[in-house]
């Protein structure tokens, strides 16, 4: 993407109140950032006195999940989460089209990368348990005051209701756009249905892409923008299948993990591993053989079968492991 100016005016009318201030900053040193499902670039905000280093967030069209972020940020940042600060956001940009959100850039790097780059087994262990540690705080969120506006799955009368949540989606998009191979995971998810006994505040995309460490190791939880109530187990999944893809299998390490933290027994994990992915499977579907189904494009198609092969691959596999299904076409495309 190009900045042009009308664009780095734009961005610096939203950062700065004082009209006459706005002449004296300027913005440089764009930077292309791996994202999964939005744009992400670094850039600085500069005047005579100060240079501040921001994070913007492009959404692939014009949506409310910018003003839904931004609140977000603002709400954990305030519950002493380890957030960004978030400092604006915009729905409909004339410059770039779609919406935006622009955020504190948090110095170090991506934990994924930080805990390959540790040499001794104690560093590993610990940034493991600090990242166990974050998902146990933000579960452990008193939500119901602090988000009221967030859906609440109705437990009490049906305790299915999360996992048909999650579900439904995917299994509507299934059928209008017949994706076959699918069909018979939406019947898995269904007939194994799990049930949920207590609500969560949930990131619904917890992995350690989605977590920055800082020089100093403490961790930085990002893109926030699946928040969702629901059953722990659904991050506790997606985490245990997105850091198992790098080759390690950790679902034993980071289940004991999080019942030593949080005083939870975990159960049935590996139904919320699958349930977890679904969404993730449907787009990879969508790549492959129909953009329409979950609005896909090249850059989200080279993001599955060539950046995170290796991810994609690994869903393939767990999904066999776990229920029998084998993805044809998928698998075809990746191995």
């Known amino acids: 993407m190009i900045f042009t100016n009308e664009m780095k005016q734009e961005i610096i009318n939203d950062l700065v109140s004082n009209k006459a201030d706005k002449l004296n900053f300027k913005i440089d040193d764009f930077q292309k ?38 609140k977000t940020l603002q709400k954990l940042h305030s519950a002493n989460l380890s957030v960004p600060k978030p400092y604006t956001w915009k729905k409909h940009s004339q410059g770039f089209s779609r ?42 969120i008193k939500w119901k005051n602090q988000f009221p506006e967030v859906q609440k799955p109705d437990i009490k009368n049906n305790a299915y209701s999360f996992v048909e949540q999650i579900i439904s989606f995917p299994k509507e998009m299934i059928i209008k756009y017949n994706v076959i191979e699918l069909k ?12 949920t006994e207590n609500l969560s505040l949930l990131h619904g995309d917890y992995h350690m892409n989605n977590v920055i460490a800082t020089p100093e190791g403490k961790l930085v939880i990002i893109d926030w923008a699946n928040l ?16 198992s893809s790098a080759g390690e299998d950790v679902l034993e390490h980071f289940k004991n993990l999080y019942q030593k ?34 609005n896909e494009n090249e850059i989200t198609k080279n993001m599955f079968m060539n950046v995170y092969k290796n991810y994609t691959q690994y869903l393939v596999k767990i999904v066999k492991e776990i229920t029998g299904i ?5 698998e075809e495309a990746v191995f």
């Open 261 to 294: 933290i949080s005083g939870r027994e975990v159960k049935n994990i590996y139904y919320f591993m699958v349930l977890s992915v679904l969404h993730n499977l449907l787009r990879c579907y969508s790549a492959l053989t129909n953009p329409k189904i979950t």
């Open 99 to 140: 919406s935006y959100l622009i955020m504190e850039k948090i110095p170090g790097m991506i934990a994924s990368d930080y805990l390959f780059q540790l040499k001794s087994d104690e560093e590993k262990f610990e940034l493991i348990a600090s990242f166990i540690q974050e998902l146990v705080n933000l579960h452990s």
């Open 33 to 70: 950032l791996q994202g999964a499902d939005t744009e992400t670039f670094s850039f600085n905000l500069i005047n005579e006195k100060e240079r501040t280093s921001l994070i913007l967030r492009i959404y692939r069209d014009t949506t409310e999940r910018a003003e839904r972020e931004f």
């Open 326 to 330: 084998k993805l044809k076409t998928l």
């Open 184 to 195: 018979p995971l939406i019947e898995w998810l269904e007939k194994n249905k799990e049930k």
């Open 228 to 243: 969702m109530v629901g059953d722990y187990r659904h991050d506790l999944g997606f985490a245990i299948v997105a850091t």
